[in-house]
């Protein structure tokens, strides 16, 4: 099934959720109450929305680099920004160790990307340029205000499921429908927890179609293909470090997740046959002749987590290589 298609389907499993429950509680008891707690989540969401790119690039440690100082970072954001047809990004440089990139920023226009200190001396030119092909992607899609969106679900799911569950649901419903309120209750709560997966599902999703649009914006598969292996071998060598730790809380906004590149190493190297520390258009092309299947500890940890399992991503880029 073609992404953009998944895409659809998700949002429209999640917000048929939502209704779901709501009609669900107002054909109960009248929605008083529960209706302040979709108002109060939205709200929420939405000053979140809103004061978040200040706070990514706060607790980055982001510095906005000039182009007489970052030439060369510059003119390839600038170049993929014309591929885009977006207006050119901000350009920033974030001051930790943890080599990655990242993109933020309320709407195509307020696009922000940015590299980190250690990324610059990982990648060569072409690499580089298929990172920020990706994160440029991710602008194009407006996969902040898409996850955004899909994240103000669960939001509502809970507060319904408190409001139900421990307050009660004011608003003139029905006598003797409580425990029937309460039920439908310990049900939201339930679908709480379902449609967090579901948020991360829908990141997963993000970050192929990113990594398509690197494609689509000039940049071969392999170049990205190495830069993800260099990528989850840099991080690995960093596992139990205080710079790794430092960064878990915005993993989400990373290419890849530095986290999981201990246990991702082992299977992507072995597609570098040669051993040579890159990732070549044959190994690419042989990758999409093989099958490939996560062990049921991997396929249930990759559940949890924001972005796919490297080796799925890498196979997945290789459907894109001539």
């Not at 982001?62 to 050119?88: D, F, G, I, N």
Request: charged share 20%; hydrophobic share 45%.
């Amino acid at each position: 099934m073609g992404l953009q298609t998944r895409m659809f389907l998700l949002i429209a499993i999640m917000f048929a959720i939502l209704y779901g429950i709501i009609t669900a509680i107002g054909s109960a008891l009248g929605m008083g109450g529960a209706l302040d707690y979709i108002v109060l989540a939205l709200v929420f969401v939405g000053l979140q929305y809103l004061i978040s790119p200040a706070l990514v690039g706060w607790t980055m440690k982001v510095k906005w680099v000039s182009e007489q100082e970052e030439p060369e970072l510059h003119r390839m954001v600038a170049e993929l920004a014309r591929e885009a047809h977006l207006p050119k990004p901000k350009v920033g440089i974030s001051q930790i160790k943890v080599p990655n990139a990242f993109a933020y920023g309320r709407t195509q226009r307020d696009g922000r990307i940015c590299v980190t200190q250690g990324l610059l001396s990982l990648l060569n030119k072409d690499e580089l340029r298929a990172v920020l092909g990706h994160e440029m992607s991710h602008i194009r899609h407006r996969d902040m205000a898409v996850i955004a969106l899909l994240s103000a679900v669960p939001m509502i799911l809970y507060w319904i499921a408190l409001s139900t569950i421990f307050g009660g649901v004011s608003g003139g419903g029905r006598k003797g429908n409580g425990s029937y309120v309460a039920l439908i209750g310990i049900g939201a709560f339930l679908l709480y927890f379902v449609t967090n997966l579901l948020v991360l599902y829908g990141s997963r999703i993000r970050e192929y179609y990113a990594d398509k649009g690197s494609v689509q914006l000039g940049n071969q598969p392999n170049e990205l293909a190495t830069a993800l292996y260099k990528l989850v071998n840099s991080s690995a060598q960093l596992k139990g470090t205080q710079e790794l730790k430092k960064v878990g809380g915005a993993k989400a906004f990373f290419v890849n997740d530095p986290s999981q590149a201990w246990n991702e190493l082992r299977d992507v190297s072995q597609i570098d046959r040669n051993r040579d520390g890159r990732i070549d258009q044959n190994e690419l092309v042989a990758l999409r002749q093989m099958e490939v299947r996560l062990s049921f500890g991997a396929g249930v940890k990759e559940l949890f987590t924001t972005h796919p399992n490297m080796l799925k991503r890498i196979k997945q880029l290789s459907a894109y290589a001539v």
